[in-house]
């Protein structure tokens, strides 16, 4: 058995949260720090039959792998040269639904030492109770009737509905945080928790428990909104005979307002989209899109409701008819807006631990050296986009081109095939074209537009037209016949011979730079503002930029 062994245990029920990524990282770091000693374990929590789904444990897999987040043992997981996952010490399986047999076994002991029993209240009777709590200015804390007899509880189980609840035992529980000290919570705080639902699944807090100790798990990194949980799995460690983890509960991340990050975020941003444009406007637009299944009862019945939220798909497609860009808060958003996984990464490693100096730029290995539990913080850390972006468009400024390009080349190939399709071998020009400009991968189209344009499809600026072409009686016409012919004689047509002949054929007709360029720009995109001449010529080709300056002077002599 490893020395150390850290656990990510996600729940299946859409893609992974940029928090929950934070853990995995920190987990991942915590193993990583040990060497050969440590293990870095992934397990599917999908107890909850009707949320998990197959498809989003694949995409928490494909999220984790994609950030660089390799894990040892848990589901296995290929894709290219890349290989995750395995169970080399024999402890698997590693999805919950296929552990029944271990939660069984656990809830056997239970009983029968009579730490676990029965309880056969129905919704509407505990309903009752929290009213009568909320009546008296209480908390609602559910203890086991006084008088309860637990050997006819158990033979009522074989007929009856019922739910199996452990009986906390009346004492203090003291949790040791790693990050936070000593934590103790009053017996009078702790209620009888489920333990087994009536479905006969276990609830979060069991299996958590029994699978940890199975598992080997040494330490336990998870977010501080699951400290209340913490004391009573301390309370079921002891009373399984378990051992008990290292626990380090890492701070939240907020956005820079002081609310809390999540999912609830792109709801709310759509939302105030819907209500600004109306309803009926938005379903106009986004009705006819294939997989949007609502209705304008059910938009209204949303806008209504502050707890009710749309599906990721269907707030994709209000996204995009809207042309609305929702925050991102999922692993899948930042890839898909052309974050570069490294940078992502290097980012969260900042948000709740400190590497004891001033340098915030590092690679995953760096990282993995330095971590410590010691250096994480106790407060929320906040998230902010412009401080990620910064460090994304200084990455994309320094890659190597063609790094840039191969990368680039993927992101389309996945979120816009459009681009490789259309530039084919001119990727890595077309980057290097784009980059001065680009915070992100999906940046890199914008300043390209005219290449996907046809020759004969070109929409000419009015404004431009008048100050680079027509101005002077058609100085930038001549201008831009005389430079026609020059190009024509051109054999070397890469972006530095384009750039050199522009430049010599500047100076032997006495002009500026600006006098020759602007020209040559609107007639090949249609405004004054474009790539380098070099790259906009050498992107287009000699047959389109010479077609394309043939048309503009037609259509503007």
């Excluded at 290219?80 to 056997?108: E, I, L, N, W």
């Excluded at 840039?404 to 979120?415: D, G, I, K, P, V």
Aim: a negative charge; aromatic letters at 8%.
């Amino acid at each position: 058995m490893s020395t150390m062994v850290t656990r990510f245990a996600p729940s299946p029920t859409g893609h992974l949260h940029i928090g929950g990524a934070r853990t995995a990282l920190f987990c991942w770091a915590l193993a990583r720090d040990a060497g050969a000693n440590g293990t870095f374990l992934l397990r599917i929590e999908d107890t909850d039959l009707k949320r998990s789904s197959a498809s989003a444990a694949a995409g928490i897999l494909e999220d984790l792998a994609w950030l660089g987040i390799g894990w040892d043992e848990g589901p296995e997981f290929a894709d290219g040269s890349v290989t995750f996952g395995g169970d080399p010490r024999k402890v698997g399986p590693f999805h919950q639904s296929q552990r029944q047999a271990f939660y069984d076994r656990a809830f056997q002991q239970l009983l029968a030492s009579g730490m676990a029993y029965p309880a056969f209240d129905t919704a509407d009777e505990l309903a009752a109770m929290r009213d009568r709590a909320r009546a008296d200015k209480r908390t609602f804390i559910y203890r086991r009737p006084e008088g309860y007899d637990h050997a006819a509880a158990c033979a009522r189980m074989q007929t009856e509905e019922h739910v199996l609840r452990f009986a906390m035992p009346e004492q203090a529980v003291v949790v040791h945080d790693a990050v936070l000290g000593a934590v103790e919570f009053p017996f009078a705080e702790l209620d009888d928790l489920v333990i087994r639902k009536a479905d006969g699944m276990p609830t979060y807090h069991l299996a958590v428990v029994v699978d940890d100790e199975l598992m080997g798990v040494t330490h336990v990194l998870r977010g501080q909104e699951h400290l209340n949980n913490t004391p009573r799995h301390v309370a079921l460690q002891q009373a399984l005979g378990y051992r008990t983890p290292v626990f380090a509960h890492l701070p939240l991340i907020f956005n820079p307002d002081g609310s809390k990050m999540s999912k609830r975020d792109k709801d709310k941003a759509a939302k105030k989209a819907v209500k600004v444009v109306g309803v009926e406007s938005a379903l106009a637009s986004a009705g006819s899109v294939d997989g949007f299944s609502q209705t304008a009862d059910s938009l209204n019945a949303w806008l209504g409701d502050k707890t009710a939220q749309l599906g990721s798909d269907q707030l994709g497609v209000l996204a995009g008819v809207l042309t609305l860009e929702l925050p991102e808060i999922e692993v899948e958003d930042f890839r898909s807006a052309g974050y570069l996984p490294e940078v992502v990464c290097n980012y969260l490693a900042l948000l709740g631990w400190s590497k004891g100096d001033d340098i915030e730029r590092f690679d995953m290995d760096e990282f993995s050296r330095r971590f410590t539990l010691e250096r994480i913080g106790k407060t929320a850390a906040k998230f902010d986009r412009e401080k990620l972006q910064a460090f994304n468009f200084d990455t994309v400024q320094h890659m190597d081109p063609a790094l840039l390009a191969e990368r680039w080349r993927a992101w389309c190939e996945r979120y816009d095939p459009q681009v490789p399709q259309v530039l084919g071998e001119r990727m890595a020009m077309a980057a290097e074209a784009a980059r001065q400009r680009a915070k992100t991968l999906r940046d890199l189209r914008a300043p390209l537009g005219f290449v996907f344009i046809a020759d004969d499809e070109i929409v000419y600026d009015d404004k431009a037209v008048a100050k680079n072409l027509t101005k002077n009686e058609g100085e930038g016409l001549c201008v831009l016949r005389d430079a026609a012919v020059m190009l024509g004689g051109l054999a070397d047509w890469s972006p530095a011979s384009i750039e050199g002949a522009i430049n010599d054929f500047a100076e032997s007709q006495g002009l500026g730079m600006g006098k020759v360029a602007q020209p040559i720009r609107v007639a090949l995109t249609g405004a004054a503002v474009s790539p380098g001449l070099g790259h906009t010529l050498g992107l287009l080709g000699k047959t389109s930029t010479l077609a394309r300056i043939e048309r503009c002077v037609k259509a503007h002599s």
